[in-house]
Nanobody, 127 residues
Framework: QVQLVESGGGSVQAGGSLRLSCAVSAYTYSPNCMGWFRQVSGKKREGVAGICSGSGTTDYADSVKGRFTISRDNAKNTLDLQMNSLKPEDTAMYYC????????????????????WGQGTQVTVSS
């Protein structure tokens, strides 16, 4: 059993920054890979960034490369997403996710490979 709780969402103007954090409580296993996903109401959920322990593999959606940075602190049991140069199109509900699988680079942003999800935190970017 893994519980995930996101925080750090909010409203910001275009060009601003936000830092999302996900508190991880792992009772039965420690997730090998974790990711951030986002969803706009009525649209399909999309992978934003993913990271795997051990290998240190990371991947980002093309739309956020160079602006977002994912990081994981195993000692503190947190997963963070630093979001810079935010754009109105980044507006969405952001979800933290975890999986026991050791995902390869091409699978890190596939939401169907993640088994545990947080409740989400809203990010709103105004122009």
């Amino acid at each position: 059993q893994v519980q995930l709780v996101e925080s750090g969402g909010g409203s910001v103007q275009a060009g601003g920054s936000l830092r999302l954090s996900c508190a991880v409580s792992a009772y039965t296993y420690s997730p090998n890979c974790m990711g951030w996903f986002r969803q706009v109401s009525g649209k399909k959920r999309e992978g934003v960034a993913g990271i795997c322990s051990g290998s240190g593999t990371t991947d980002y959606a093309d739309s956020v490369k160079g602006r977002f940075t994912i990081s994981r602190d195993n000692a503190k049991n947190t997963l963070d997403l630093q979001m810079n140069s935010l754009k109105p199109e980044d507006t969405a509900m952001y979800y933290c996710a975890a999986t026991v699988y050791r995902l390869g680079l091409t699978h890190l942003l596939r939401d169907n490979l993640y088994s545990h999800w947080g409740q989400g935190t809203q990010v709103t970017v105004s122009s």
